[in-house]
């Protein structure tokens, strides 16, 4: 918590000075478009040369995208985990880590629904979807709440904003006058009348309900691209809980890491303290013991019963083919975080990032696992094929697309993080109990 | 009208003439295919089984691949034939996936494509490639809810069964055993 009482001057200086200051944001940002174009050139090679371009064959035909893309929704929904859910429960911890979720659920929920573009052999058919659009379809419904989520998710970032924008103006005036017209633009006009505050509070709560019934359904309805279909490993009635613990899991890691480096170097050490990152090595404890129940459910139920194709899959995974990317999924990105983390002294910062980078990345490799091996155990035996059919590892288009659609995402984070405060100024200062008066009166020193 | 097929595994001889014969009648480029045979071994020695046939899409009553399309370009046209309008396909992939038997491939230009029993052949009485090709005669093709035509005939009359069959989709081809 917040020991010592801070100023509104001090807050709102320790908040606006990192969006003034460019160290390392130009070298970082430059990084990142680099990253991007060399996926921007992968995906002109694939536009002009079609699907044939990636290593997807004629049995494998959803691989890396779909991965990365059931990854990309299950990170954007710590958004609704922190903001709403914890949020609505009146934890107030979570304040200056609530728009640092919301930032990331904005990223990845937008580089989301473009990775499943990707993935279209007819992209330019898109909007087939919504002229010729069949209500019984389970891609209908996925386009349908992802493109609802980055909605919500857009403007219950933007709405906790509109009073910040007024301390922004006044802080800002030195600033480019194009950066000035987005804050001018987003204050909407606020004035700070009683009225005013009533209303957004009202507004943000509202949205925050709204937004846990859509977050969920759009986790289950990605499970339910393949729980719908009739296949081996996919054919689960768990899969929507499974998925969406998972989710969790991952989203809470991601936030550790975005929040570990924003500390860092926004110098917010009396902001995000010691205490959050317990509190969210708690919370990912917790999200990753609810994971591990359904990951036990899923595997022991058809390993008990072992029907017919099922053996074979789980063979492959267990001791097979896909043993050692299984195991050290389940291992490092898994039991080993839980098994630490359930020691104090690991969830201090940097224990805790090198954690939450293995829990994504397990997390990330997790998606493959559940994609790739299914299509390899097809229902019917298989005869007279060629043997490339059945082998399937990403190529360099792939992986360079991949790479656009992460850094694509972190930048999204990155600029939101250096163009609008990180954490909402006037909560911040309610939590310190300054008035809504002063706030009002606030001149730069 | 129900359109099926019936396939004597015990008369097929694995020559893929049915194979060749669908590349060319419709197009199909080169490393895809919509029809494929299947050489299964069971047992052990002495007591070895060896069933050959010749596969593809089961055009089931019961079709998921249909269901999960977003944009209808999967449909079913009149005789329970299952189609894929190609100008309407946005290659999502779903169908692929829903499919127990691998019947459809995402064909090189993006769209999916699958067997379409040959309807363009069919419309002008003819029987479709694969069967019209076949030098042992072991397909049949016709109107299953006709119980005069061949089809229905060498259905009643042999042990059958079909494919996949606790995916639930109910297939329209037969294998005799």
């Known amino acids: ?357 293995a829990v994504v990345m397990g997390a990330f490799m997790k998606r493959y696992i559940i994609t790739v091996p299914t299509l390899e155990h097809p229902q019917l035996p298989t005869a007279n094929i060629p043997v490339d059919f059945m082998i399937y590892w990403p190529n360099w288009i792939e992986w360079s697309i991949t790479s656009m659609a992460i850094a694509g995402a972190v930048l999204i984070v990155t600029i939101l993080a250096k163009l609008f405060p990180v954490m909402p100024i006037w909560e911040i200062a309610h939590e310190e109990g300054i008035s809504e008066e002063e706030m009002n009166n606030f001149e730069v020193e | 009208m129900r359109y099926g097929m019936a396939i004597d595994t015990r008369k097929c001889v694995g020559c893929a003439d049915c194979v060749v014969a669908c590349q060319t009648e419709n197009n199909i480029p080169i490393g895809y295919t919509r029809d494929w045979i299947a050489e299964l071994n069971e047992g052990t020695y002495p007591n070895l089984h060896l069933e050959i046939r010749s596969e593809r899409c089961n055009h089931c009553e019961n079709t998921p691949c249909v269901r999960t399309c977003p944009t209808g370009a999967s449909h079913i046209i009149l005789g329970g034939i299952v189609k894929v309008t190609h100008e309407e396909c946005i290659g999502c992939g779903a169908c692929i996936q829903s499919c127990p038997y691998d019947a459809r491939y995402m064909h090189p230009d993006g769209y999916v494509d699958k067997c379409t029993f040959c309807d363009h052949r069919v419309a002008n009485g003819q029987e479709p490639a694969c069967v019209s090709v076949c030098p042992t005669h072991c397909m049949y093709f016709g109107d299953l809810d006709d119980p005069n035509s061949e089809v229905s005939k060498v259905v009643a009359a042999n042990k059958i069964k079909t494919l996949a069959p606790e995916a639930g989709t109910k297939p329209q081809i037969f294998y005799l055993v």
């Open chain 1, 1 to 357: 918590m917040l020991e010592t009482k801070k100023s509104l001057n001090k807050i709102v200086s320790d908040l606006t000075v990192p969006i003034k200051s460019h160290k390392g944001f130009i070298i970082w940002v430059a990084f990142l478009l680099a990253v991007m174009g060399l996926g921007f050139y992968a995906y002109s090679v694939q536009l002009r040369e079609g699907l044939g371009a990636t290593a997807l064959t004629d049995y494998i035909s959803w691989g890396l995208y779909i991965s990365s893309f059931i990854f990309f929704v299950a990170t954007a929904l710590i958004g609704m985990l922190v903001s709403a859910v914890l949020g609505l429960t009146g934890i107030k911890w979570i304040t200056p880590i609530a728009r640092i979720a919301e930032m990331i659920a904005v990223g990845f929920a937008m580089w989301a629904g473009l990775i499943i573009v990707f993935d279209m052999g007819r992209p330019d058919r898109l909007l087939n979807v919504f002229l010729y659009a069949r209500v019984q379809s389970p891609i209908f419904w996925d386009v349908t709440v992802v493109t609802t989520y980055i909605v919500i998710s857009i403007i219950l970032f933007l709405l906790p904003l509109i009073p910040d924008m007024v301390f922004l103006q006044k802080t800002m005036k030195d600033q480019p006058k194009w950066k000035q017209k987005i804050y001018k633009m987003l204050s909407f006009g606020w004035k700070g009348t009683p009225e005013q505050y009533k209303i957004i509070k009202r507004s943000i709560r509202l949205l925050s309900i709204l937004i846990i019934p859509v977050a969920l359904a759009i986790h289950t309805v990605t499970s339910w691209l393949f729980a719908m279909t009739p296949r081996i490993g996919w054919d689960s009635t768990i899969f929507g809980p499974y998925y969406v613990a998972g989710a969790f899991a991952a989203g809470a890691g991601a936030l550790l890491i975005v929040m570990f480096f924003i500390r860092k170097s926004y110098n917010l050490q009396d902001y995000i303290t010691d205490f959050h990152f317990d509190k969210i090595g708690k919370l990912l404890v917790l999200t990753l013991l609810v994971y591990l129940y359904f990951n036990i459910n899923e595997y022991i139920v058809p390993g008990y019963k072992m029907k017919r194709g099922d053996d074979h899959h789980l063979f492959a995974l267990f001791a097979g083919k896909n043993a050692i990317l299984f195991w050290s999924v389940q291992i490092f990105g898994m039991i080993l975080p839980i098994l630490l983390l359930l020691w104090g002294k690991m969830r201090k910062p940097v224990p805790l990032l090198i954690i939450s980078i």
